[in-house]
């Protein structure tokens, strides 16, 4: 592979579906690509999706020609459960996260659903592969780490100073669409205000946007959203005509902040 400027490519989707019996948690997993300081292709994926995708992120990666053990550097933009599940399958690589979310494990709200206290568990089986990183840390050359809280303690979002321009890969600090047009989070577990600064910021940054749990779009002049490329879901189970299926179709912005933000402290 011959590469002048570092690439980002999704190997899984993310969406933002809900249902009236909870969230189905599908987070975008990227990958990005690029030459490292002595010219060697070197791999990130940044985050990983949970348990349940696994099987279609090992098809995702054999469709790059790639496998687990190719993958130099896995980024968890921030510890919740539905973007780190997968981090023990990359037994090579460096795994990567902000100071302050390796913090928050340590004693993580008893509201935080998102962050339950097994999570830190999990994050010191790679104590020794761990790197701590915050704002402006190069992970490769064109690929910078931008500090987004506000989700949570230590969301980062990863820069990618491509051919067409640069692509922010944002995990939760943008979930969608809907919350770079809006200017909220969606779910905030730290801090409301951190977190529309940080949305401002990275709408600021970005020529694309590679959200959480949506598909990469871009926003023009005029506050219109432009998705890179067309929807693509199968829904397979559950008939079009099942009785008490309902589809909402409606796009209404809705803000959840957790019960209990106010008492929220970082760990010693």
């Known amino acids: 592979m011959d590469l002048a400027k570092p690439t980002v490519e999704t190997l899984l989707e993310g969406y933002r579906l809900g249902t009236d019996q909870g969230a189905v948690a599908f987070c975008a997993v990227n990958l990005v690509q690029g030459p490292d300081e002595q010219g060697t292709i070197r791999r990130i994926v940044v985050d990983t999706g949970h348990t349940g995708r696994r099987t279609n992120l090992d098809r995702a990666l054999a469709r790059h020609g790639l496998g687990r053990g190719d993958i130099d550097m896995v980024v968890c933009t921030h510890a919740h459960w539905d973007h780190v599940e997968n981090i023990d399958i990359f037994d090579q690589a460096r795994i990567v996260l902000h100071r302050n979310e390796r913090r928050y494990l340590r004693s993580p709200h008893r509201n935080d659903h998102a962050c339950p206290e097994w999570i830190g568990s999990v994050f010191e089986r790679y104590d020794d592969r761990i790197r701590e990183v915050e704002e402006g840390v190069q992970l490769l050359p064109g690929v910078e780490v931008v500090d987004a809280p506000g989700h949570s303690a230590g969301t980062i979002a990863v820069a990618v100073a491509g051919d067409d321009g640069t692509a922010v890969l944002t995990g ?15 779910l905030v577990f730290w801090s409301d205000e951190l977190a529309t600064q940080t949305i401002d910021k990275l709408v600021t940054i970005g020529d694309v946007i590679y959200p959480g749990h949506d598909l990469p779009f871009r926003i023009d002049a005029n506050g219109k959203v432009e998705y890179v490329h067309d929807y693509r879901l199968t829904v397979t189970g559950v008939p079009a005509d099942e009785p008490g299926l309902k589809l909402d179709t ?19």
Do not use: K
Not at 173 to 185: D, L, P, Y
């Open 172 to 186: 939760d600090s943008i979930q969608n669409s809907i919350v770079a047009r809006e200017r909220r989070n969606a």
């Open 250 to 268: 409606s796009e209404t912005f809705r803000q959840t902040i957790m019960p209990g933000i106010e008492e929220q402290r970082l760990s010693d």
